[in-house]
DNA sequence: CACAATTAAATTGTGCACAACTAAATGACG
DNA sequence: CGTCATTTAGTTGTGCACAATTTAATTGTG
């Protein structure tokens, strides 16, 4: 559980044998295993850290979003969270009965839905200040190593963005 | 979005002013964001590669599981893929129901439900042996670079896990 | 103005993650 | 042997992700 054995015989060429694929096909596990599992432990130690602030993780990102730029349509906060309205509008409906979020039609635009903070949404944000230095402190890496690795895994996501785009090309 | 201004003058005090809370509450949304799309970006990859498997990721994490070990009880795929019952189970019925796996429950330990391969599910391993080094492919990473990514994540979660544990200690 | 194309939310349906709980089998101990 | 704690799957309920579809408003064009 160490140093893998890293098949680099195999990095370049074909797949031509058989068993240079099997290394392949165990790396593979590997890899996105360590994502997934990496994502999920993130959102084990989030919900016992959100737990008294009363959000979910998809909730607090939302949130999050709101704190920084105030009210913004359901399209925008979808922007900034890659989120769709098929995940943001129930979200939305229970952070609203919640009591932290407003929903209104724009009246410019009818098709809109701006989202804003109530006066309790907006008071979260003070308790919710002391999350990030709980979840760095749990992360047990320095600011520097957090921010490398933040650089990496967003360059690895545009590049995986870019690269479903290649396959199938009809997609926003 | 290059390199962040790292408010490092707040890494190591209190929580004193309120600038500084402010950018590790905009820090922590980088952060956590970053990984969350990430894993989603990976999951929309594999979505697109695994279709003509008929397989969903999770699915395919548990298909690795099976051609690696050949047969388990439920509970040895759950701790190779840190899932329980609650997730493998209706997961589990679904590849049964798709002919790649079947259960039984063991003879010797009438608790035990043992999953294995259908001859279906072992064949479906020859198809699957391409999709690693399309997922490699479309990483942009060289062989080096996945694997310091992997272990980054996988040192990370451990911590994690620890961490979590400290806050909550009653839990498996 | 009329009408087609586009856009924004919401809805529906499938599948996963996880907490909490149930049911059944096993094992330990008096 | 009987009883109780533990173990293993499964079930239920909540919430998220996402594809596909629907509805309504807006925009563009003739």
Redesign the pocket.
Known sequence: MTTTPAPESAAGDAVSGSAPADDFLRLDQQICFSL?AAS?AF??LY?VVLKDLGL????YLVMLVLWEHGEL????V?EHL?????????????LEAAGLVR?ERSA???????VGLTDEGAALRGRALRVPRRIAAATGFGLTEINDLRARLDRLTSTLDAAALEDFPDRG
């Open positions: 997934n999920r959102g084990s919900r979910t993780y998809p909730q349509p359901v399209k925008k979808g890659r989120l769709d309205s098929g995940t943001l509008s129930p979200l939305l409906k229970r929903r410019r635009d009818e098709r809109s839905v701006v």
